[in-house]
């Protein structure tokens, strides 16, 4: 059974820095194209990142350019989103995806991401104050 585990979200201050990580069982994690996306009260589901197995590959969405950077450690099973510089409108649900696929291409931020994205994780938190 696969499962994808998010976590590290909590509460911030705006300015502040936050690191969330993703862990994949059930399916080879190196085999694996990885992403964040979130989604805010009241809003439409937005891609903020999306790393190729190797991470050679990354593609950030627009609100994640600048300021969020994705990373993964094939040895720890483990990807990661780097966030600096929160501000309010950065508190959603984080969810971490996951895909068997070798090649990346930016469509991996389209949409809501439920056509491109086979396994998704519960979400984590981030609550961002001002």
């Known amino acids: 059974q696969v499962q994808v585990a998010e976590s590290g979200g909590r509460l911030v201050q705006a300015g502040g820095s936050l690191k969330l990580s993703c862990t994949v069982s059930g399916l080879t994690f190196a085999d694996l194209a990885m992403g964040w996306f979130r989604q805010a009260p009241g809003k439409q589901r937005e891609a903020m990142a999306c790393?190729?197995?190797?991470?050679?590959?990354?593609f950030y969405g627009e609100s994640a350019k600048g300021r969020f950077t994705m990373s993964r450690d094939n040895a720890l099973n483990t990807a990661f989103l780097q966030m600096n510089d929160l501000n309010p409108e950065d508190t959603a649900m984080y969810y971490c995806?996951?895909?068997?696929?070798?090649?990346?291409?930016?469509?991996?931020?389209?949409?809501?991401?439920?056509?491109?994205?086979?396994?998704w994780g519960q979400g984590t938190r981030v609550t961002v104050s001002s």
């Open positions: 995806v996951a895909e068997e696929r070798v090649s990346l291409s930016s469509e991996c931020l389209t949409g809501d991401g439920a056509e491109y994205w086979d396994h």
């Open positions: 790393i190729s197995w190797n991470g050679s590959k990354k």
